[in-house]
């Protein structure tokens, strides 16, 4: 499968704590993107790397993107409880028409 | 803006009744796109609408078919729906497909089918 693969696929930490999610996947790739999906909703873009870049912040995201390694992580810092939700990455193949491949995604947990 | 909006946001069906959902987004986008997500697994592409009058299957079409009934709206039909056609479905749109754009996908809200 050319499908990301997320890792771990629960995680459970307590307010103020960071929480590290990894990606995993198999073919080359144009960008990387993650997503947030609150329970019973859609899924919301959060930040996106490209092939070129090896690190991007967006507020407390901090995302890594290893492409000899074909993995990248997602870094949450100081989280509230506020931030439980399911994390998904999503892959845009090199040679693509626009379709993303999802990830199974990381279920988190926050605990005030 | 409403961004992407789905109607219904629930149905349950019986087995080989057919239904269609609906899909509109109001951020003038190029491309479309339907998924399944089933629990524990990430989404699913089913169909997609690189532009406005082509449509394409994606990982899981079958059972499925879509119209690009303009710009705005992307629709998805079950023609005889089956147990296994019981799933969250998402609508989603992005500006383009393709070099020089992020593909960045913006969803709607969801339609929890049952088919009993």
């Known amino acids: 499968s050319q499908q990301g693969e997320e890792d771990p696929q629960a995680l459970s930490i307590q307010e103020g704590e960071n929480a590290t999610m990894n990606c995993s996947y198999k073919?080359?790739?144009?960008?990387l993107q993650w997503y947030r999906q609150n329970s019973g909703r859609g899924l919301v873009h959060l930040i996106l790397?490209?092939?070129?870049?090896r690190e991007k912040h967006s507020g407390r995201l901090r995302v890594t993107l290893d492409t000899s390694k074909k993995s990248s992580s997602l870094l949450i810092t100081a989280s509230r409880a506020a931030d439980t939700a399911s994390y998904f990455c999503?892959?845009?193949?090199?040679?693509?028409?626009?379709?993303?491949?999802f990830g199974q995604g990381t279920t988190l947990q926050v605990k005030p | 803006n409403a961004g992407v909006t789905q109607t219904p946001k629930f149905q349950v069906l019986k087995t080989g009744q057919s239904m269609t959902l609906q899909c509109a987004q109001d951020?003038?986008?190029?491309?479309m796109y339907w998924y399944r997500q089933d629990p524990g697994m990430g989404l699913r592409l089913i169909y997609y609408s690189a532009s406005e009058g082509t449509t394409d299957k994606g990982e899981v079409p079958n059972g499925y078919n879509v119209s690009r009934l303009n710009k705005r709206e992307f629709s998805l039909r079950l023609e005889s729906a089956a147990p296994s056609q019981t799933s969250v479905y998402f609508c989603?749109?992005?500006?383009?497909?393709?070099?020089?754009?992020?593909?960045?996908?913006?969803f709607g809200p969801g339609t929890r089918l049952t088919v009993l």
């Open positions: 999503a892959i845009l193949r090199r040679s693509n028409t626009g379709k993303l491949i």
């Open positions: 073919t080359s790739i144009n960008n």
């Open positions: 989603a749109s992005s500006e383009s497909p393709g070099r020089g754009s992020t593909d960045t996908q913006y």
């Open positions: 790397i490209r092939s070129n870049e």
């Open positions: 951020m003038n986008h190029n491309s």
